[in-house]
Structure formats: structure tokens, C-alpha cells
């Protein structure tokens, strides 16, 4: 609740940071390091928890989602995380809204072979609009 946001790829801040997500290099859940960033890195939802179908290589969001999903929603509904209702809103929420955005991130297409169409307004592309181009001088993320 009173958590603070930052932005920023400053080894020094992320290392004071409690949770860094999809920066900084590193998957260390047990010390809540999450970014996909890494040339060996290809965990799935499938990889991280063999009881779950899906195959996707996991984005940031969805490693924060496969190891603190659950947990969030059974908070929410006011039940614990066993509950087959926690457990099917789990599935259905990565399955129709997590799994896009692991795709989306990771490059993945959604069809083999020639695209019937172009997706020009998912979440992942509305949220980039946001930041700064990776070649821009000014990587000031608060500028808006």
C-alpha cells in the first residue's frame, strides 16, 4: 500500500529496490527479481509450474503473475489460494489476458506463417508509447 514506484535502470537503485521487474537482468524469484532479459532465459508457465498447460515464454508480467498471481487473487476474493475458484480466474486470466501480453513482449507471433493482420493497439503497444525510444537522448521517463 504504501509502496514507492521507481523508474530506472541504475544498478545502485535497483539493488535498494525490495521487487525489480523487467529490468536489471536477473530472475531470482526469492528475492523478487523478475526480467526476462537474459540470453538463457526461457521459462514458461509450464516450466515454473508443471500442473499448468501453457508454453509461452514467460514476460516480466507474466513471472510476476506465475509467482504471485494466485496469492493477489485469493487476497482480493477473500479466500485461500487452494479455493478452485482462485484457481480457475487464475487460469482464466492468463489464459484470455497474461498470456497476450508474455507473447506480445517476448516477439512471439500469434499465427505460423504470414500474418492476416496487423495488432496495432495491444496493451504491450499502448504502454510503449509511453517510453522513451531505447535511442533517445532524454530517458527522463516522468517527461510526458
Known amino acids: 500500500q504504501d509502496a514507492e514506484v521507481v523508474r530506472t535502470r541504475d544498478p545502485q537503485r535497483l539493488a535498494q529496490c525490495d521487487v525489480v521487474v523487467d529490468v536489471g537482468g536477473e530472475y531470482d524469484p526469492e528475492r523478487h527479481r523478475y526480467d526476462h532479459h537474459q540470453r538463457s532465459f ?50 482464466k486470466l492468463y489464459e484470455s489476458f497474461v498470456e497476450e501480453i508474455d507473447a506480445v513482449d517476448n516477439g512471439i507471433a500469434q499465427a505460423a506463417g504470414e500474418p492476416r493482420y496487423a495488432l496495432s493497439t495491444t496493451l504491450s503497444a499502448r504502454v510503449a508509447r509511453l517510453n522513451p525510444r531505447w535511442n533517445d537522448p532524454d530517458q527522463d521517463t516522468e517527461v510526458g
Open 42 to 91: 526461457s521459462e514458461s508457465m509450464r516450466s515454473l509450474r508443471p500442473d499448468k498447460p501453457w508454453s509461452t515464454k514467460l514476460s516480466s508480467a507474466g513471472l510476476v503473475y506465475c509467482h504471485l498471481g494466485s496469492q493477489i487473487l485469493a487476497e482480493l476474493l477473500g479466500q485461500p489460494e487452494s479455493d478452485p475458484v482462485v484457481t480457475a480466474l487464475y487460469d
